[in-house]
Every structure is written in structure tokens, then in C-alpha cells.
């Protein structure tokens, strides 16, 4: 007797165009499905290799007509050599705690979001995110999850980043930091320090979600070279011409 098994392949939604968030004039549309079912993590793991995003139990992926600017980028852990200049920025930052710390939202976290938004993303649609939404935003996780916090000797908080544990590498899923501190280079040195932690747990790659050319709040994924994006032939060395400082 055969025992035959049933594979149950997830439900694929779109969403109706709606202006775009990053790139002036122009319409985005998504398609997304839920990260449920018996194997959720498996799921998550396909899917970014796919080139997917998570946002709590949401897997996405950007399915513009006409479109192709959103590419998703990694950073090869093995092929990546600290520059003089990486190394300068985190040496700035050894005196900072870092602490991973179970997804759990907290007041002080969400106090430091607000004021990042506010001074980094005025207008951006997040600016609206209230201590509920946030809570979700961290908590709501099906897979493997936690949140690195980095704070001054003193005890204050000054980045933090939610970050998924994938089969094959760390995800940066969202980060802030303070943005009155100009000296530190904070959202730097977060990468760079993920890059690092990916390192010493013999992970390949460090996931930062998509780059946008011509979007100046993603150009600074430029920097973290070599990159590697995802196209028609699957993930191949990208490479950028920017005008920022690589690392």
C-alpha cells in the first residue's frame, strides 16, 4: 500500500495599486500570503530566497506592472572584508551593550522609534504607529525572532534592530536608532556588528531587504560590498555605482 502525502502550497493574494512609497509618480502593487500552515518556518526560508519580505505573519514581495526597481540584496558573510572605515566606525562603538533579547515590545523601544521616525521619516506612512501597532510589529512572529538592543554604558538605548534567524542567515527585518547622535554612524555600525554576529554563528548571509536605485533612503545598502541581488537568474553579484562611502 502507498501512502501518499499532501503537499498544500499557500494562497497568493495581490493588493490594488497604490502610489509608491519610494519612487515619486509611480504605482506599487504587492503580493503577499500568510506565513501559516505546518511548516511556517520553512515557508519564511523559501520565500526569501525567493525574494520575499516578512512583516509579522505576512510574507511579501513587491509585483509592479512595468516595474523591476525593488531588488532584494544580501550580503555574502564569507566574501565580506571589514574595511579600514568599518572597522573605524565600530570601534567608535565597542563601548555600546549589545543584548538579543526575546521579540517582545517595550516602551523605551517604541519611544526610540517615534523619535527616529520623526527625524528620519517625516512623511512615511509609520510616522501613524501607535505602541499597539508596534507591539505587533515585534511580536507577531511565527518563526524565530528576536530583537538586538545596543545602549550606552549609562544604560540608554540608542538602536535596536528586530531580526529573523533564517536556515541560511540573519534577516533584517526593521531598524532605528537615535538620530541626534551624528558621531556614532548608529545604523552602520547595527549592519556591520549583524554582519559579525552572522560570522561567529557560521551563517552565509545577512538579508537587507531591497534596494531601490534612484531611492535615497536605500542607498545606503550600496555600501555593505560585495552584494549580492536577486534577478530572472537567481542571486548574483550586484554591482553599484554609488557616490557613499563603501565598506
Known amino acids: 500500500m502507498t501512502e501518499h502525502t499532501t503537499v498544500r ?28 500552515g505546518d511548516d511556517p518556518v ?22 509592479c506592472d512595468g516595474c523591476q526597481a525593488c531588488v532584494s540584496v544580501r550580503v555574502p558573510v564569507a566574501a565580506f572584508r571589514f574595511s579600514r572605515n568599518a572597522r573605524r566606525i565600530m570601534a567608535r562603538n565597542d563601548d555600546l551593550v ?12 517604541f519611544a526610540l522609534l517615534r523619535h527616529y521616525l520623526e527625524a528620519r521619516h517625516p512623511g512615511g506612512g509609520m510616522v501613524e504607529m501607535d505602541a499597539l501597532d508596534y507591539a505587533a510589529m515585534i511580536e507577531d512572529s511565527p518563526i524565530q525572532t528576536h530583537v538586538a538592543e545596543y ?22 527585518v526593521y531598524s532605528f536608532f537615535d538620530p541626534d547622535d551624528e558621531t556614532r554612524s548608529l545604523g552602520t555600525n547595527l549592519v556591520l556588528r549583524q554582519i559579525e554576529r ?3 554563528l557560521g551563517l552565509p548571509y545577512v538579508y537587507l531587504g531591497y534596494w531601490i536605485e534612484g531611492c535615497r533612503k536605500m542607498v545606503y545598502k550600496a555600501r555593505y560590498q560585495p552584494l549580492e541581488g536577486l534577478g530572472p537568474e537567481g542571486w548574483k553579484p550586484l554591482a553599484i555605482k554609488t557616490t557613499d562611502s563603501a565598506l
Request: net charge positive; hydrophobic share 40%.
Open 9 to 36: 502550497f499557500p494562497y497568493f493574494f495581490v493588493t490594488v495599486p497604490a502610489p509608491c512609497p519610494y519612487l515619486p509618480g509611480r504605482m506599487e502593487r504587492k503580493v503577499f500570503t500568510r506565513l501559516n
Open 198 to 200: 552572522a560570522a561567529q
Open 151 to 172: 545602549r550606552m554604558p549609562g544604560g540608554r538605548l540608542v538602536s535596536a534592530c528586530l531580526i529573523d534567524r533564517l536556515a541560511d542567515g540573519l534577516s533584517l
Open 42 to 63: 520553512g515557508l519564511n526560508d523559501a520565500l526569501t530566497h525567493a525574494g520575499f519580505r516578512r512583516s509579522q505573519g505576512i510574507a511579501y514581495k513587491p509585483a
Open 98 to 109: 549589545m543584548t538579543e533579547s526575546p521579540a517582545l515590545a517595550t516602551e523605551e523601544q
